[in-house]
């Protein structure tokens, strides 16, 4: 008798792994098919951080996403399919995202998947895509540690992180001996968006013989940044990197630095400064002047596709060309990416979508040219610094750039 | 190791480390007397920036001026959400059912927070935020001074109200026994739905030298709950003194870790702490019930 009941348990069991093996395989199949009856809309699935720590971020994403799809489905959608976008939040939480994406995927049957915000989730996130078949184009994943993984669908429209302080650094190194900074602090977040990018701008740096003086990193849950920035100031340095993911970093190091009465010569913040509106209303206006960040977009950038997205940005939510997230454009750029991977294969189908994406293709998008390599980093973005001066947000380096306006060095005194 | 950056970093830990305790005080008066874990009050310590920042920047009113309406605010808000939700809350499930429906009155809050101000940082602006005074050879923060005094005063407050009020003594009495109280004719009910508010209105004063020392958003809460929580375990549930010392306490030892052996161990250390003392004393530094208000 109990042999049967073990037997009936067995098959039982069998039986719900086989079902759920046929359910995955049929909503993979569902994907790959790539076609949607005429009539119906695409719907796009996406897991943005709209609360948490990153929820800053996740709405200026959410704000690009919903741009490019009023702009898309302006002009028709795609393929003549209305775009839907599926938005839910994952509270900046890396689990939240994988099971955001796994629901999206196989109870939303969403057809295309758009990338979360921050390398943290965008790595969880790729590989439960992955398992799916789907691609995921995102723009706020380019850690190394993203394309490190081994994953074949994932392809990010922005700069590759590790490369975004090289100008500065550069800049640094070729300032004649007089005016080089003869020290330097690096203060980093344990973040895979900040940790790589400090390395590689030390190294060009203490090759120009500057002296490192501080370099610590602290963790990225920490909330009191009183002694680390204090520490900081104790030590003096000429010129101040840190590795920040968002501005209340930047703004609890300008607010010690300030108080300890320590203004550094040229200070710049990895992440932050870029926010527009979002920093300077926190820092205030005044003391954002010479605060400088990596990037490779700003709201004035003289590219023609940027320009009308920031005019549509501007009439929707106001403000200017320099309150412009270039978190943004970043998302903007990713519905652009999709645009033409679908326009060129004819449909929706994901596995001839990320053969599209890794065939060398070029695409021109609100950031600039994309190109992916075999890892999905984009490899054309040029990397810049920008700058606060006054009520402007500049490109300054490099100084060869035609649109690069002269650096504010040494950096002016706080204001407030 | 910089010894200038070790001092300074005390006196960091001790000026910040009072303004925790005081936003872990309400936390610990609130489950000590009416054995609630209100894991909302981070959410009102935001919503008392944010009320301070919508005076500031909309009429002009200094932010410590700016308490005396706030603190009332709070006051008001923590007797109808202990009305409305909290005194319905009966039974052994208790505590747990208090986790949750605390839970939900912050989701709500922050909710209504974002809509009202966005999402974006704000950071609280006044002409002593950004500036200090030199004293014997280290800059200290106004506003952290002046936080600290407010921290003092406050709690000196309470203080006061717990040992030489009439009322503080009903709150003594329930905070020792519920039924014994009830029996020589405390309202428990009454007295409990006011330590509510009071340990709501703390949270306003907390909140404003929060949002005046941090760029906040309604999801900034999340970061302090976990460390007002560890606080008050910290320093014994219910036991006012014991905020007070853990708070102090834990802030210090955190900075003298950021500065000793760098900030990435700091945090670390702050809940090694923790587990370390409560191996040691389970129920946290002043946590025996009749030390509960020591």
């Known amino acids: 008798m109990n042999r049967r009941k073990e037997l009936f348990r067995a098959l039982g069991v069998t039986s719900v792994a086989l079902a759920t093996l046929f359910t995955l395989s049929t909503t993979s199949g569902a994907s790959s098919s790539g076609t949607i009856a005429k009539g119906q809309p695409v719907l796009i699935g996406a897991s943005l951080s709209l609360s948490g720590d990153f929820s800053a971020d996740g709405t200026a994403f959410q704000q690009g996403y919903e741009l490019w799809a009023a702009d898309q489905n302006a002009k028709g959608g795609l393929l003549g399919h209305k775009i839907d976008l599926k938005i839910v939040s994952d509270a900046s939480s890396a689990t939240q995202v994988v099971t955001n994406y796994q629901d999206l995927i196989s109870s939303d049957h969403v057809n295309l998947t758009f990338g979360p915000f921050s390398s943290l989730l965008t790595l969880p996130a790729a590989k439960a895509v992955s398992r799916y078949g789907y691609a995921m184009v995102e723009g706020a994943g380019g850690a190394p540690s993203v394309f490190q993984a081994g994953l074949t669908n994932v392809f990010d429209s922005a700069l590759p992180v590790a490369s975004g302080l090289v100008p500065f650094a550069q800049w640094i190194a070729s300032l004649p001996k007089s005016q080089r900074p003869k020290t330097i602090a690096y203060v980093t977040s344990t973040d895979p968006f900040t940790e790589p990018q400090i390395p590689v701008a030390e190294k060009i740096i203490k090759a120009a013989g500057v002296k490192t003086v501080y370099y610590k990193t602290f963790p990225a849950e920490a909330t009191d940044y009183t002694p680390i920035a204090d520490a900081v100031a104790s030590a003096n340095a000429q010129v101040v990197i840190l590795g920040s993911v968002d501005v209340p970093t930047v703004s609890a190091f300008m607010q010690a630095f300030e108080q300890a009465h320590y203004n550094p010569k040229a200070f710049i913040a990895t992440a932050g400064p870029d926010q527009g509106a979002a920093f300077t209303k926190a820092v205030g206006l005044a003391n954002a002047d010479g605060m400088m960040v990596p990037n490779a977009w700003f709201g004035g950038s003289k590219n023609a596709q940027s320009e009308k997205m920031v005019a549509e940005y501007i009439k929707k939510y106001g403000g200017t060309a320099a309150d412009v997230n270039a978190d943004v454009a970043e998302a903007y750029s990713v519905g652009q990416v999709i645009t033409a991977a679908v326009k060129a294969t004819g449909g929706f189908d994901n596995t001839k979508i990320i053969k599209y994406l890794h065939s060398g293709v070029t695409i021109q998008s609100v950031l600039g040219p994309v190109k992916f390599n075999s890892l999905g980093e984009n490899i054309k973005p040029t990397a810049f610094t920008f700058q606060w001066q006054g009520s402007n947000f500049v490109e300054v380096n490099p100084a060869t750039d035609p649109g690069a306006t002269k650096i504010l060095y040494p950096k002016p005194a706080w204001k407030n | ?294």
């Not at chain 2, 920047?57 to 200094?62: A, K, M, N, Q, S």
């Not at chain 2, 009155?105 to 927070?113: A, F, H, T």
């Not at chain 2, 936080?147 to 030489?164: D, Q, S, W």
């Open chain 2, 1 to 294: 190791m910089n010894g200038t950056a070790l001092i300074h970093s005390i006196i960091d830990g001790i000026l910040t480390g009072s303004v925790y305790a005081l936003m872990a005080t309400g936390l610990t008066l609130i489950f000590g007397v009416m054995n609630i874990i209100n894991v909302a009050q981070g959410i009102f310590v935001i919503l008392g920036a944010y009320l301070s920042y919508a005076l500031s920047v909309h009429f002009g009113i200094d932010l410590f001026v700016g308490l005396a309406i706030t603190i009332p605010t709070l006051f008001l808000v923590g007797i109808v959400v202990e009305r409305v939700f909290l005194s319905r809350i009966k039974g052994p499930e208790k505590v747990v059912m208090s986790i949750l429906v605390t839970y939900a009155i912050s989701l709500v809050i922050e909710g209504i927070l974002n809509m009202v101000f966005s999402v974006n940082y704000v950071e609280l602006q006044a002409w002593y935020v950004d500036r200090s005074v030199r004293v014997f050879g280290y800059w200290l923060p106004y506003i952290y001074l002046l936080g600290f005094a407010l921290a003092v005063v406050l709690l000196g407050a309470l203080y006061f109200m717990l040992y030489r009020t009439r009322f503080g003594a009903s709150v003594r009495a329930s905070l020792a026994d519920q039924t014994s109280a009830a029996l020589v004719g405390i309202n428990v009910k009454n007295v409990s739905t006011i330590c509510f508010g009071i340990g709501i209105a703390v949270t306003a004063a907390g909140g404003m030298i929060y949002g005046a020392t941090n760029a906040f958003n309604a999801s900034s809460s999340y970061d302090l709950i976990s460390r007002l929580l560890v606080i008050i375990v910290l320093g014994g549930m219910g036991s006012i003194g014991g905020a007070l010392a853990a708070g102090v306490f834990m802030i210090t030892v955190e900075d003298m870790v950021s500065v000793i052996w760098g900030p990435v161990w700091s945090s670390l250390t702050f809940f090694l702490i923790l587990v370390i003392i409560l191996s040691v004393r389970p129920q946290g530094i002043f946590g025996k019930l009749e030390a509960r208000l020591a």
